[in-house]
Structures are given as C-alpha cells and as structure tokens.
C-alpha cells in the first residue's frame, strides 16, 4: 500500500486493508514480493499527482518478471481512472473514492482483465472497526464527501456530495477502537462542523464531542477538518466544556481579502473569520490555532495580498500550511485566468512563509517553563536516541529516552527549550 494525501486518505488505506486482510489477504514486506501494490492517490494539488505518476512509471518493470496486479485508487482514480488505464496498460485496475469495500472482489476480477470502478454507486461507511497502523490512534470517519464547491477545490467531484453517519453508529466504531487499545480518536471529514446538517437540518457535531467525552472520558479526541462558516459558538462551547477534546482546530482560513473569499465561494468574511478566532482563544485556554492559506489566486492584487498578511497576523496562528495557487481542470477558478505572475506568487509565499514562520516559533517559544502532559507517538526518526512525542494542542515534543518502551502512553514533561518546529523536554514521570 503507497498513500498519497491527507489524513482522510491515511484512514482509507487502512479500511483497504481491513477488507484485505478479511478476504484472506496479508501485507507484503516487499513491493517485489507482492502480488498486488496498490496505490491510494490525491489531487488536490498538481504536486501529489506528479509524484503519483512518476511512482507509477517505476512500477512497470514490475509486470515483466512476475504476475502482479497495480491498482489505483482514491480522488485521482476517481478523476482520470479512464485516461490512467489507456495511458498506462501496466494498470490494471482503477477504483475510486467509494469503492474500498469491494476491494478484494476487484483485485480477483483485475488479475485477468483491466477493470475501471469508479461510479458512485451509494456511500457505505464501515461499519466494523478498520486495521490501526498505530495501534493507540485511530482514525473514525463521520462525514463523506462535501458540497461547499470552494472554486479552486476539486474534492467535492472526487468524493460525492457529503453524507453523514448516524451518532450511535460513531459511537460503537469509537467503542471498538478504545476497547482494542486506541487512547486517541480522529474524527475526520471534508467538513467535520457540518455533520449531519443535510440529514437533520442542523450541524450535531458539538452533541457528538459531548458524547465522546462521556462515554470516552479518557480517550483524546482530535478532530480534522473545520469550515470557517459552519465553525459555530456551540462547537467552541462542546471543546471548552470537554475534558478530552484537544485544544487544536485547524480552520483553513484561505486568504485574508474579502473580494478574494468571494471569488473563492468560501462562505465567510476576513472579519467573520478574525472574530471567530478570537472567540476560541478566549473561551479555551492554550488552544492552538492552525490554517492553511493560498497565494496567488487569480486577480489577486497587491492589496489583497497585504490584507492576508494583517489577518495572518491578527490571528496569530499556531502553525499555516501555505500553498501557491494552481488551477484544478473542472473547478470553477480553472476557468478564471491565471494573471498572477509566477515570480510575483514566489515573492508573495516567501513573505507570507517568513511570517508564518515568525509565528509559530513564538507560539512554541511560550511554551518553555510548563509542565504539559504529552502522547509519546515513537523514537523520534531524527534522533533515534530521544521520544517523539504530541501534546494536546499538538506540538511535537522531544525528551531523552530511557528504559521501557513508552510509545501509547501518556507522560508528564517540563518543556526546557523551543526550535522551529517542535519543542524539547524532560521526562517528570514514566507515564501510564
């Protein structure tokens, strides 16, 4: 299994290998080894499906040696699944974003011909408790799909129109997951805050965070991702009421121009936008507000670049996620005309990151001299010799290790210094 893509995608390949794993199929350790390399896509941005096509291209020496099936699946299978199978016969099969239940089925009809599934065809959810690739995390889906149609995103013709599950159906998956060991869920959706508002007429998302915390009220809770418009006041109350809800929202916030916003159909002003953030710091303490933001977009003015910067500001982000602009063939600003000039989008990033960066060293600058309680997610992949670990409003926190195996648990730590990026500490406990 190769997974491009966010964290929704990360989820699917182990839903994938869950239905897998039930149909009698196990992991390779291998990609030569394997009779079936699947390949979990996104194209949300043109750099992931580059990096999609190149792997595939390196695929293909595969095929001479031995039988082995190449499946494609997730939001680019969904979009150019008939180009992948005329352009590239060494494919054998394309599937798209509601289509993982059938995957073994598929895989058995692929092995002898090229097969293409990418229709919508109903949603269905999984409703057993799906492979954990780290077995104290799990990842809980409670919407499906969207239909905000921001004009640069192409997700809502990839994954269908949005759908949500029913309360106690989350609640059981939640119950499955924390029975076998999971010590922290992540609700995740295209639109968290809008669940079940098309089945009910209104958004149960503060009630679920509420249930959660009382029937789960030891199990961190995370959630991912938040839309500006529909990030209400009973939302913010249901984190600031709960014990286990962390203290991090990620609320993509775009661009800070309202002619921008509007061109973007985001649903919400700059200032509707600051007022909420400011509203989420004064209701919970240490929250870390994250974001994601586009420069560049077209028609985008000097001036409207320059308004993103004080909104950036004003906001103090924890942490952003920027991007430069490129159009998405199918998504309404593909068919604005690009007029902002490369170099002039390079000059704007570079500003913007220059900021961004600022803030997220004083954010992790404030943090020295606290005592916090942090998850140990594993050895840290830089320094084999220190603990990777995530606090509750999620910043990355590195500690010596010593002794026992403290991966799942919850430890105690002093924060002693701040970097670019994460934090460093020492160990106050052993954790539980």
């Known amino acids: 299994m190769i997974v491009f893509g966010c964290q929704m995608n990360i989820h699917d390949s182990e839903q994938i290998a869950a239905a897998l794993e039930q149909a009698g199929w196990s992991r390779a350790e291998r990609e030569d080894e394997a009779d079936a390399i699947i390949l979990l896509t996104c194209c949300v941005r043109k750099s992931a499906e580059q990096r999609l096509y190149g792997r595939l291209a390196s695929l293909k020496s595969l095929k001479g040696g031995r039988p082995v099936t190449i499946a494609v699946g997730g939001c680019l299978a969904q979009k150019e699944g008939g180009r992948m199978l005329a352009e590239m016969p060494h494919v054998d099969l394309v599937f798209g974003t509601q289509q993982y239940p059938n995957i073994a089925m598929l895989l058995d ?124 006041s009973d939302i913010i109350a249901a984190i600031a009421e709960s014990h286990n809800a962390c203290e991090h929202v990620h609320l993509p916030l775009q661009a800070g121009s309202d002619r921008i916003l509007a061109a973007m159909n985001r649903g919400y002003t700059a200032g509707e936008y600051v007022e909420k953030a400011n509203n989420l710091r004064r209701a919970i303490q240490d929250v870390a507000l994250t974001t994601d933001l586009i420069v560049g977009f077209p028609g985008e003015t000097e001036e409207d670049f320059t308004r993103t910067l004080e909104v950036v500001e004003a906001c103090l982000f924890d942490a952003s996620f920027t991007f430069i602009f490129n159009p998405r063939e199918g998504t309404a600003a593909a068919s ?62 590195h500690f010596k290790r010593r002794g026992e195996d403290l991966t799942g648990r919850l430890v105690k730590v002093a924060i002693t210094g701040a970097g670019s990026w994460s934090l460093k500490a020492e160990a106050l406990d052993r954790g539980f």
């Not at 005309?337 to 060293?361: F, H, I, N, Y």
Request: charged residues 25%; hydrophobic residues 35%.
């Open 109 to 232: 009809q692929a092995a002898n011909i090229q097969i293409s599934a990418i229709d919508f065809d109903g949603l269905e959810f999984a409703t057993t408790a799906a492979y954990r690739s780290v077995p104290f995390r799990a990842w809980v889906t409670i919407t499906h799909g969207c239909q905000n149609f921001c004009s640069y995103c192409i997700v809502p013709f990839v994954r269908g129109p949005e759908a949500s599950r029913g309360i106690e159906d989350v609640l059981q998956e939640v119950g499955r997951h924390v029975d076998g060991g999971a010590r922290e869920i992540n609700l995740l959706g295209q639109n968290v805050n809008s669940y079940r508002l098309r089945e009910d007429g209104e958004s149960k998302f503060s009630q679920l965070l509420g249930l959660l915390a009382e029937r789960f009220p030891d199990t961190w809770v995370r959630f991912t991702t938040s839309h500006p418009r529909d990030f209400s």
């Open 336 to 397: 604005l005309e690009d007029d902002v000039p490369a170099g002039v989008k390079q000059e704007r990033l570079q500003r913007l990151m220059l900021l961004t960066r600022s803030l997220t060293t004083e954010s992790l600058r404030r943090n020295v001299g606290r005592d916090i309680t942090v998850m140990v997610t594993g050895p840290s992949r830089k320094d084999p010799g220190k603990w990777s670990a995530r606090s509750r409003n999620n910043k990355i926190v």
